[in-house]
């Protein structure tokens, strides 16, 4: 229930105007969304070690700046806190200011170095296409974390708390989503900028299975193969994107796109490798009447008439390190665009180079609508808190539009034929093999299936979203 009868005006200004941009039309003014990470700690006065720390304090700091600067729409869990999960699971890959890393940095994670570190061997790639989920469990786990022994290894004290304190850690912050979400919408009005995750198939296998670079190689001296284990991603990818995803699909399901892009790869290995495997993501879940907001990390324009294929509206495309110009230009007449702020301004300008840049970015991305403020990367603690100031202060004077229109319908797609592999997506241990225990199965034998399936699911979002984060 909303705290106050002005709150609930807030919100449902704020809900609209964000809807009616998100989806192509002309609201009152430009909405103002931060993804604020570690920006949101410094506007507390908290440090960045407290965040990456205490979750429920890193949910407060961005419900509390989103707030006091105004904001319309706020990414809830922008700051990666989680510490929690990291260290109960053990994982090796996340590294915490004052605890991994220098204590005035920022959470930051690493992938695979050498041959040594991959958490999938290059003679592998057979097993992970063959089963996923398997994969996951028999050796992934174990290789991505420093307790934890893989299927058939030494069994020990330290395995076996990591074991379940991880899962328990990991439950624990995803329940906390749900009250912090509530407080974020009835105590200060905000809109939650999005829900659900995704990330390519190609950026997963380097990000978490071979590195970038060993990933790169390979894409060179056996393509074939590592399309096969992109194509056994999907399936996953999309359950665990559903999963998270907003019931009433209003906001979008995000991914965090970054190396997929030349000149991270060719352009052979875009067409050939991680376009087709991403569109395969993205037209199921299109196909299922979601939005995708494409955070295009870096610059994606020698992709943008890609992009273009995708069905009208269905993704927000927003804009990193390409020109403003250039994106108003060949995007806004298909999706609507956010982004564009320029991080270096905000993080080392004065307030003057703040409202200097945003004329012209307005200039540019205003027209027409179909644009949210935002800027052109997660706000680190870098970031000056009075030049954000500034940018809203100018939003609210200089954003506001004389005519407004209305939403445009979405586009939609057919759903994609998937081959699911020989374990489903949300099932870890099949209710087939799991009722062979039972000796005296009978009754309502359909309810101890459901329950049993729920239970497995969970599992299996653990899993995943741990791999996929």
């Not at 995803?245 to 050939?272: L, M, N, Y």
């Not at 609508?369 to 202060?393: F, Q, W």
């Not at 699911?420 to 241990?429: E, H, I, M, Q």
Request: overall charge negative; glycine content about 8%.
């Amino acid at each position: 229930m909303f705290q106050s009868e002005e709150i609930r005006r807030l919100y449902e200004q704020r809900h609209a105007r964000y809807l009616t941009a998100m989806n192509g039309g002309t609201p009152d003014r430009i909405p103002i969304r931060f993804l604020l990470q570690e920006a949101a700690a410094r506007f507390c006065g908290v440090s960045n070690q407290e965040v990456a720390v205490d979750y429920n304090q890193a949910f407060e700091c961005t419900r509390k700046a989103g707030e006091a600067l105004g904001c319309d729409a706020v990414m809830l869990n922008a700051i990666w806190s989680n510490y929690g999960v990291a260290k109960a699971a053990s994982w090796k890959y996340l590294h915490v200011p004052g605890v991994d890393t220098d204590l005035g940095g920022v959470q930051q994670f690493s992938e695979p170095q050498t041959e040594e570190d991959e958490f999938l061997q290059a003679d592998e790639y057979e097993e992970l296409i063959d089963d996923p989920t398997a994969f996951l469990v028999n050796k992934w786990f174990a290789r991505a974390t420093t307790r934890l022994s893989p299927t058939g290894g030494k069994v020990t004290f330290d395995h076996n708390v990591a074991l379940m304190s991880g899962a328990l850690a990991y439950a624990n912050y995803m329940n906390a989503f749900g009250p912090a979400a509530a407080r974020l919408k009835y105590e200060s009005g905000l809109v939650a900028a999005n829900s659900g995750m995704i990330k390519a198939p190609l950026d997963i296998l380097m990000d978490k299975f071979r590195g970038y670079v060993n990933c790169a190689i390979d894409t060179l001296e056996n393509p074939d193969i590592v399309l096969r284990a992109c194509e056994a991603l999907i399936p996953h990818i999309v359950a665990n994107a559903l999963g998270g995803a907003d019931p009433q699909k209003e906001v979008p399901i995000t991914i965090w796109a970054h190396r997929g892009c030349v000149p991270f790869i060719s352009h052979e290995t875009f067409d050939r490798i991680c376009w087709p495997t991403l569109r395969a993501v993205f037209e199921e879940i299109i196909s299922k009447g979601y939005q995708i907001l494409f955070y295009g990390e870096g610059n994606w324009e020698a992709h943008y008439d890609t992009l273009r294929t995708l069905p009208a509206g269905s993704i927000i495309y927003h804009l990193d390190k390409g020109s403003p110009e250039t994106a108003a230009r060949k995007l806004k007449d298909r999706f609507a665009v956010s982004g564009g702020l320029d991080y270096n301004v905000l993080a080392r300008g004065s307030a003057e180079d703040v409202r200097k840049h945003m004329k012209d970015l307005f200039g540019w991305l205003k027209p027409g609508g179909a644009y949210i403020l935002d800027a052109t990367a997660l706000m680190l603690s870098d970031v000056k808190p009075e030049n954000l100031r500034v940018a809203v202060d100018y939003t609210l004077e200089h954003g506001v539009y004389s005519q407004s229109s209305p939403a445009r319908l979405r586009e939609t797609c057919p759903s994609v034929n998937m081959d699911l592999g020989k374990r489903a997506p949300n099932t870890v241990r099949p209710w087939e093999v799991e009722s062979k225990d039972y000796r005296a199965l009978a009754g309502n034998v359909d309810a101890v299936r459901k329950a049993w399936e729920s239970v497995d699911a969970s599992l299996y979002n653990y899993l995943w979203t741990t791999v996929l984060w």
